[in-house]
């Protein structure tokens, strides 16, 4: 079982092309959108009493174990975001914790000997909070965010030896360690002591640090991309649903895993929210692993 941890949001997001208010977010709802596919899946969250039960439902489709979802008095997190043309950077207009502000992570005690252990970006005060309840997870994945490192390095850098694997992008990841170049960071965070560091480089894809194992991932090709948020999270969510899927996580599973996390958040950025990714079937995930195996695939060269 995956055991998720992060938070659950409304989101208004504008782009170029269109918006929509209201959107089903959130870091762990992406997470469980993607791990959902995979293996079973428990979620640890809070929302309020305004929490749309159109929303609450998707997650029971999703067959989501939600008895470590908080419903409470007030008003869900809300986030307000407009992007720029590039579809990479984005303004955040608004941001209402509403009753996330208060939310104190309670593991249920049947959920307390999760084998995987997916830390959401929140905040490591909380991330610590989870780690503190688990038994003895098989593997644990945590994704952080630029302000956490700004507010809370201190926190972050006590967090990172404590899980198995760290997943930040190329900015987090020089802003962390301050090293230019990427494999440099990723050396200096394994020596913190993950057993390995994941660096999601946006549309350029994602590569793994694992000892002397590196290994690079294209991100789908894609004509067109319809909105990035929660593309990252989707990403871990499909690889520690890959990890949970074969139960082992050594170099050759990661590496599955990353393209497995790849193909999914190729579908969430297809659409606002969780539509794309939750109408995305067997056959087309297949499809687009087969591609993603090409572009990484060539015959043996002799020079």
């Avoid at 407009?82 to 941001?95: E, F, K, N, Q, W």
């Avoid at 990841?173 to 660096?199: C, K, N």
């Avoid at 050759?252 to 895993?257: C, H, I, Q, V």
């Amino acid at each position: 079982m995956i055991l998720v941890v992060g938070s659950i949001a409304l989101d208004s997001i504008e782009t170029p092309h269109e918006k929509s208010e209201d959107v089903l977010g959130g870091s762990a709802t992406y997470i469980c959108g993607a791990t959902s596919k995979l293996a079973d899946t428990s979620l640890i969250g809070i929302v309020g009493s305004d929490f749309p039960d159109r929303y609450s439902q998707l997650f029971e489709e999703w067959k989501v174990n939600t008895e470590g979802l908080e419903v409470v008095e007030g008003k869900t997190f809300r986030w307000s975001g407009r992007y720029h043309s590039d579809m990479i950077h984005r303004d955040t207009l608004s941001t209402e914790l509403g009753v996330f502000e208060t939310f104190n992570p309670v593991i249920p005690e049947s959920k307390k000997g999760a084998e995987y252990v997916a830390l959401g970006n929140i905040h490591p005060d909380l991330q610590h909070r989870i780690l503190d309840q688990v038994k003895k997870p098989k593997w644990v994945v945590a994704d952080t965010m630029k302000l956490w490192i700004d507010i809370a390095r201190d926190s972050l850098e006590r967090l990172i030896p404590r899980v198995d694997a760290i997943v930040v992008n190329d900015e987090e990841a020089r802003d962390l360690t301050g090293e230019i170049s990427l494999t440099s960071a990723a050396a200096v965070l394994l020596e913190m002591g993950p057993s390995s560091v994941i660096i999601k480089r946006g549309e350029h894809g994602a590569s793994l640090h694992m000892g002397e194992d590196l290994f690079y991932s294209p991100a789908f090709p894609l004509h067109k991309v319809f909105d990035t948020t929660g593309a990252g999270d989707t990403f871990l969510g499909g690889l520690i649903g890959w990890v949970a899927k074969k139960g082992n996580s050594d170099s050759a599973t990661l590496k599955e895993g990353i393209h497995v996390g790849s193909c999914l958040a190729s579908f969430t950025v297809e659409s606002f929210g969780v539509d794309s990714l939750q109408a995305a079937d067997r056959a087309g995930i297949n499809k687009r692993l087969e591609v993603l195996r090409d572009l990484t695939e060539v015959p043996r060269i002799v020079f």
